[in-house]
């Protein structure tokens, strides 16, 4: 296990004392379920949120970028195919959930005359965690060479909550990528293998080496890395330790804790329009110099 005694953590991180830990202790570090009483409730009403918001919005949906079942875009383009784009990575700890569960939390950028789109993908253990990273470059290769079909066609900010976060760390890479946008992510896996969580990941540790966010060189675009204030120690950790080694590499960024937001609402925050997750991408932009005309309210 990687040593983290002389990490200054916010708050005490269970990893710190990870050998002495029983195997309920372990699996509770990353139940974000388990830790949210009402995360049934909250989950419920994203659904039924996003089923609505796809009702609303049906014209772009369901669209292949690649061979596999989970392969498909949710595009909601803005009426100015120059115009940012929100790429919104689902979580679900890579083996959960689906791109459909999220859409209602566009509603924040796209109130601002942004456009929006949600990918899909593989899950384990149909899919490992790597080929799920290669499934993520092959979406945005596939938006950048056919978005503008479709009418999107300005920057990507690419973001994506949980999982999502880890695999928004992974691609900022990607040329299409302006900026990035990481919400309550994971972004050192070694204890995960130690978890519930492996009996699907099955992690090696080739891939807990060269694809945790933490043990990788710090890739030089802007990204705002967030957080709540009431998510498990684990994460909070993650998030903070991931935005003091940009820092530390001069990788520009901001570091976003969302007072008392859970692992579950503080995606409200990105649904509404003036929500504290909402301005934060409008602020990226900015600082990006990227779709000036469109960081304000669409009229």
Not at 19 to 33: C, V
Not at 107 to 126: F, K, R, T
Not at 154 to 183: E, K, N, Q, R, Y
Not at 283 to 291: E, F, N, Q, S, T
Request: with cysteine; charged share 20%.
């Amino acid at each position: 296990m990687k040593d983290l005694t002389n990490v200054a953590f916010a708050v005490a991180d269970p990893r710190s004392t990870w050998t002495s830990l029983t195997q309920g202790e372990r699996d509770a570090a990353y139940d974000n379920n388990g830790a949210v009483a009402d995360s049934p409730a909250l989950i419920e009403k994203r659904n039924r949120g996003s089923a609505a918001y796809r009702k609303a919005h049906p014209a772009g949906l369901d669209i292949p970028y690649g061979p596999k079942e989970r392969n498909r875009w949710d595009l909601y383009p803005a009426k100015n195919a120059d115009a940012p784009c929100l790429v919104f990575i689902h979580g679900g700890y890579w083996q959960r959930n689906t791109r459909e569960d999220f859409a209602t939390f566009m509603a924040g950028v796209q109130a601002h005359g942004w456009s929006a789109a949600l990918p899909g993908y593989s899950l384990a253990p149909e899919a490992k965690l790597g080929d799920i990273v290669g499934e993520i470059r092959a979406a945005l290769d596939w938006l950048k060479a056919e978005g503008p079909k479709h009418g999107i066609a300005g920057p990507v900010i690419l973001s994506g909550w949980s999982a999502g976060g880890h695999l928004t760390a992974m691609a900022l890479d990607h040329p299409l990528v302006a900026a990035g946008f990481a919400i309550s992510g994971v972004y050192d896996l070694e204890a995960l293998r130690d978890t519930k969580l492996n009996q699907l990941l099955q992690l090696t540790d080739d891939e807990i080496a060269t694809l945790s966010p933490l043990r990788l060189p710090m890739v030089n675009k802007p990204m705002t890395i967030a957080y709540g204030t009431a998510e498990l120690p684990a994460l909070v950790n993650d998030s903070r330790n991931l935005h003091a080694m940009r820092a530390a590499a001069h990788a520009p960024g901001v570091l976003l804790p969302v007072a008392h937001a859970n692992h579950f609402n503080i995606l409200e925050q990105l649904a509404d329009p003036e929500g504290q997750l909402t301005l934060a991408a409008l602020d990226l932009a900015r600082a990006c110099k990227i779709g000036e005309s469109h960081t304000g309210r669409a009229a």
